[in-house]
């Protein structure tokens, strides 16, 4: 080997030195390939406690679906599933919450959106009279209304409520604190309507009809 040549050998291992550390450098602050892959298992695993944990809601029982049908009902939708408060069920209150944040599609039309919309919240609170399809498949009606709640912090919260003849509803179906229960709409001529299930949670996550 003459000395062009290994000055041209020396150039290029330090230039392969020099790259392998700024490839080094670059990848300062990143996870190893192994513990990226550990923290995806332990994503995914967490996925799948919550699939089997939280499941989806179960669909409308078929006694209520045979009920709206012979009422000439459609447009079933579900408008919340909730674990009832002490407040949903204390007769001082009178009052079924509906928290906006968890409610799950629209169930108003944009005409009864601005309707209920058109309360001041105080003396004269815009509402509702609807068909209420009750747990023991009594038939009723009920006042739908929007609140809006001030929190300590200055925050509002608004919420649609169910009033009226609440309390009745939930002595007749012997609601309690911690059940969980389901709110469906649904038209007849194009008239909102609702229903009212009740619904127990089992230990595998499944939930069963009352």
Partial sequence: ???????????????????????????????????????????MATRCDQQYTTPPPPDLPIKFRKRIRALRGSDIALVIQKCLFKTDVNSGHNRLSIPFN???????????????????????????????????????????????????????????????????????????EDETVQLWSFRINSKLCLALVKRRAKSNGYFVEF
């Fill in 102 to 176: 968890q409610i799950r599609q629209t169930f108003l039309t944009p005409q009864e959106t601005e309707f209920l919309n058109s309360g001041d919240n105080k003396k004269k609170c815009s509402e509702m009279e609807v068909m209420l399809i009750e747990p023991s498949l009594r038939r009723g009606t009920i006042s739908l209304r929007k609140w809006e709640m001030k929190k300590a912090s200055g925050s509002v919260t608004s919420m649609y409520v169910l009033v009226g003849q609440w309390n009745s509803v939930a002595w007749r179906n012997a609601l309690r």
């Fill in 1 to 43: 080997m003459d000395v062009v040549d290994g000055e041209m050998k020396i150039q290029k291992e330090y230039d392969q030195g020099f790259q392998v550390e700024q490839e080094g450098d670059d990848h300062q602050g990143q996870l190893p390939e192994s513990s990226k892959i550990k923290k995806k298992k332990q994503k």
